[in-house]
Structures are given as C-alpha cells and as structure tokens.
C-alpha cells in the first residue's frame, strides 16, 4: 500500500509562485510514475505533468510554467509551479501509477488559490 501526502498548497498573487510537494511512505517511487492533477470548482480532474525515471510531460495548460521533478532519496516528487494564472485555482493531487497501470494511488489534495 502507498500513502501519499501532498503539501506546499496556499493562496498567492497571480504572477507568483508555490512549489508543491508530495511525500510517499510505503513504497519507493522511484519504482512507479508520479503525476500532479487538479480540480477546480466544477471542472473535471486534469492532467497536469507526470514524471517517470528520467523524462517528464506535462499538459499545454502548464507548459512552460510548471516543472515536475523527484527527489528519489527523500522518496518525494515535487510541482515547481510559476506565474501562476487565477485560472490555476484549484485543489492539486499527486498520484503514483505502478508499471503498466494507470494512476491507482491518490493523495489527499492541496489547494492553491491564485488571487488576480
């Protein structure tokens, strides 16, 4: 079983920046892809960016302005996310996908606020 706890979320000024965290216990996740989604009020969950060993991917929302990244040893990836838009206001995820699986393993959520 893999816990995942997400954090780092809070209300900044568009234009601004907050970097998101999401800490594992249970499992390695270096051994699995992790992904960051959201949910704004009344919108469907998106895809933001997802991170395997080496290479990362990420939305055409985010592009550009969102990096993901992992810190194998601290078992935790992270959202670098700048110039944040009030669009962008929404409660954020991670999830981690075991090879050849989709996204099975959800944290609890972080909300970020962008005030314009």
């Known amino acids: 079983q893999v816990q995942l706890v997400a954090s780092g979320g809070g209300l900044v000024q568009a234009g601004g920046s907050l970097r998101l965290s999401c800490a594992a216990s249970?499992?390695?996740?270096?051994?699995?892809?992790i992904g960051w989604f959201r949910q704004g009020s009344g919108k469907e969950r998106e895809f933001l960016a997802g991170?395997?060993?080496?290479?990362?991917s990420y939305a055409d929302s985010v592009r550009g302005r969102f990096t993901i990244s992992r810190d194998n040893a601290k078992n935790a990836v992270y959202l670098q996310m700048n110039g944040l838009k009030a669009e962008d206001t929404a409660l954020y995820f991670c999830?981690?996908?075991?090879?050849?699986?989709?996204?099975?393993?959800w944290g609890q959520g972080t909300q970020v606020t962008v005030s314009s």
């Open positions: 999830a981690a996908a075991p090879s050849g699986m989709w996204y099975v393993y």
């Open positions: 249970g499992r390695a996740l270096s051994s699995m892809e």
């Open positions: 991170i395997t060993r080496n290479d990362g």
